[in-house]
């Protein structure tokens, strides 16, 4: 009647427990390994993704973590049973460049120790990178950028033309060594190269070239207009002087030196040498 009951009663405590899954963003891939706390209470997931938290109380965050992913934000746990963790992988979209222009640049390839990709016809690529890797930028007829990673969702990569020039001997098509190039860019101060012993020489910015003159000793002199290809092959024609001297004072003789070009032209004579 008074409602009370006299005897002994079991009662089985069960414990406050999360468990669930941490999942890779857009794939929905299972991430082993990922650090999931509440609290000081931690779980590492297995290689199925699962983790389990036990004595876990609500009204506190959900951290979960991963080397391979970026940071997330805490979850509220409120005392839910379940709850999926979903990480997003560490990604860059990379935009490459012209350095010159600004122009896209298609085709280039990007690479790291992960992973490598090309850019689409925009100039953009994605690529999956860890923070502090060297990434490096590679493109037909451009230079090689590199670079380290340091966590940026959008980066962009400029590039800027490289040339190399290899002169030929057109008779024996033999290397010209110790030729001069003149490189002219609109700019008033040109730059001078000289070819090595292969006859090669390594322009690092071509980006603003727009012709290179050629001279060397015994060649005729050649000026030829800067192309889009990361080599240039100029053959060199030989010249061989034949010509009349002539002293330095007959300058001040005009009738005397138009005679001398006169017999230049008409003649196998190619040259007038003064006498200083």
Partial sequence: PTGLMDGRWTVAMVPRALTGTVVEAGTARPISGALVSINDVTSLSDANGRYELRYVEPGTGIAVSSPAHRPSSSLAYTGQATQELVLNPWEVALTVLDGATG???????????????????????????????????????????????????????????MLTVELRDTETGSPVPNALLQVFSGEPELTLLRTD?????????????????????????????????AEMRIDLEPFQVRGVRAPFGLLAVPDRMEALLSLVESSELNAIVLDV
Avoid at 124 to 138: D, E, H, W, Y
Avoid at 200 to 213: F, I, N
């Fill in 197 to 229: 012993s292969e006859g090669r020489v390594e322009l690092e910015d071509a980006s603003a070239a727009l012709t290179v003159t050629v001279k060397a000793p015994g060649y005729r002199r050649v000026s030829v207009p800067v192309t889009h290809t």
């Fill in 103 to 161: 122009e896209p640049l298609p085709q280039a390839r990007i690479t790291s120790p992960r992973s490598s990709t090309f850019t689409d016809a925009q100039g953009r690529a994605s690529l999956s990178v860890l923070p502090g890797t060297l990434v490096t930028v590679t493109a037909e007829a451009y230079r090689t950028a590199t670079l380290v990673y340091e966590g940026q969702e959008l980066l962009d990569v400029s590039l800027h033309r």
